[in-house]
């Protein structure tokens, strides 16, 4: 990810050097190694300020120069991820355009490219300039994009640049109205691509019903600054676990866009019209329910959206994943993890840990107590010769803004110990986080780090 001279200091690589032509700058995306490090990001260690991020890892530094609270990514496990996640596109016959909002971190979209991703998708006009600033050259914008200083903002990129591919959605014929004013305002030339979004009964955007879809559809065909290149949407709107009624749910709302697809295709203008659905839960039902459209109109690409896929976790994506609830799949594994300190032991049940609501993600669960450094001999639980535990019983039972509450850790987890957090949910976790320490393996005994992650929320 940019950073030789660390990686081969220690003899383990962060990730493959990226294919040719990945779709991305990579030589700015290299360029972040030369980022100097300073008191901007919390990750690092006051002794390592005034360091370049290629300097600083060429050190060799190891998790036990690190404070807290922390967050880290596990190498190993996102090679595998990206292995299994790009193995099973292969083998169903989808295309991935993982969505970058989840880590906001060009490195890790450069590896997502050069492992096969055909796109990044994004969710709003600043991630997108996040995006252009490193070159990627091929997005999807998962949302409508109707700020009219934003449009003109793309209209020049496209003007610009006629390698680079851009496709929005559109749900109602408001909505393509104001984005061909806007286009024509900024003397746009290269039509924008869009496709036409299809929702569901108390879900999020998206036209409600096939007629309401086929009613925006004419719209942008008579918009000359668009260009209908297909439909999209999101299942995971409408459920939220792997229950027979949450998946049927999503089947029916899948086949009610494959049925949009049919109708709208006599009259896609391209020849290789796009349909799109699939977040991280649901991507094995979307591939069953849209790939055969490939067949029924050749040119037709299936891509699913899956971004939180890469990091995955140990809390809602470990029990809704795919590749976990089928059988002979390869899962995914947990790649991201918090740690953090006991400082205060109030009560003998209670400790305090030094990470909260600014460290953590919390929207789908709380942090999972998985093992602490700094275990007394007495703990009876885990390695204590080597002062690490595991933390079987033990449960974070709230966070505030800068404390968990960790119960039942007794004295596994002793004022300076430090613990290691499963964490739910990734895309509420890098966001807190603007560089974002890559260890080798996390069940090392002391972990090396191996990379720097630079986010952009």
């Known amino acids: 990810m940019g950073t030789t001279a660390a990686q081969q200091h220690t003899g383990h690589r962060a990730f493959a050097d990226p294919a040719p032509g990945p779709g991305i700058d990579t030589a700015a995306v290299a360029a972040l190694a030369d980022e100097t490090l300073d008191w901007r990001f919390k990750a690092v260690p006051a002794d390592a300020w005034g360091s370049t991020v290629r300097d600083w890892l060429a050190t060799g530094p190891t998790l036990d120069r690190l404070g807290t609270p922390l967050l880290t990514l596990d190498a190993a496990a996102l090679h595998h991820n990206l292995q299994a996640m790009a193995a099973w596109c292969r083998e ?32 709003n006009l600043p991630q997108l300039r996040v995006a252009r600033a490193f070159g990627v050259q091929r997005l999807l914008l998962a949302n409508t994009l109707l700020d009219p200083a934003g449009l003109a903002w793309l209209a020049a990129e496209l003007d610009h640049d006629p390698e680079f591919a851009f496709t929005s959605w ?48 004419a719209a942008v065909q008579a918009a000359p600054t668009l260009r209908l290149a297909g439909v999209g949407g999101y299942e995971g709107a409408l459920a939220h676990d792997a229950s027979s009624a949450a998946l049927d749910t999503v089947r029916g709302y899948l086949r009610d866009l494959a049925e949009l697809h049919r109708r709208l295709a006599p009259d896609y203008p391209a020849p290789t019209p796009v349909v799109t659905a699939g977040g991280s839960a649901y991507f094995d039902t979307v591939a069953e329910e849209l790939t055969p459209l490939a067949s029924e109109f050749p040119g037709t690409k299936v891509i699913v959206r899956a971004g939180a896929y890469l990091a995955h976790d140990d809390g809602f994506y470990r029990g809704i994943s795919p590749l976990a609830r089928t059988t002979g799949a390869t899962p995914l594994r947990a790649a991201m993890h918090g740690w953090a300190r006991v400082v205060s032991r109030p009560e003998p049940q209670l400790a305090l840990l030094d990470a909260g609501k600014r460290d953590l993600p919390f929207d789908e669960g709380l942090p999972e107590p998985q093992l602490a450094r700094g275990a007394r001999a007495s703990s009876g639980s885990g390695d204590v010769a080597s002062g690490i535990a595991e933390l079987k019983d033990a449960e974070v039972t709230a966070l505030n803004d800068q404390h968990a509450f960790l119960r039942g850790a007794g004295d596994a987890a002793p004022v300076g110990a430090v613990v290691r957090l499963g964490l739910s949910h990734p895309c509420t976790a890098f966001d807190k986080w603007s560089l974002i320490p890559v260890v080798d393996h996390a069940d090392a005994e002391n972990p090396r780090v191996v990379d720097l992650v630079r986010t952009w929320f």
């Open 92 to 123: 169903t016959g989808v295309l991935l355009a993982p969505h970058g909002k989840t880590t906001m971190a060009p490195a890790l979209w450069q590896a997502q490219l050069a492992a096969g991703a055909h796109a990044i998708t994004l969710a």
């Open 170 to 217: 559109v749900d109602s014929a408001d909505s393509v109205r104001q984005m061909d004013a806007a286009l024509r305002a900024a003397g746009a030339r290269r039509p924008v691509e869009v496709l036409v979004e299809l929702g569901g009964p108390g879900g999020r955007t998206g036209a409600r019903g096939i007629p309401a879809a086929l009613d925006v559809a």
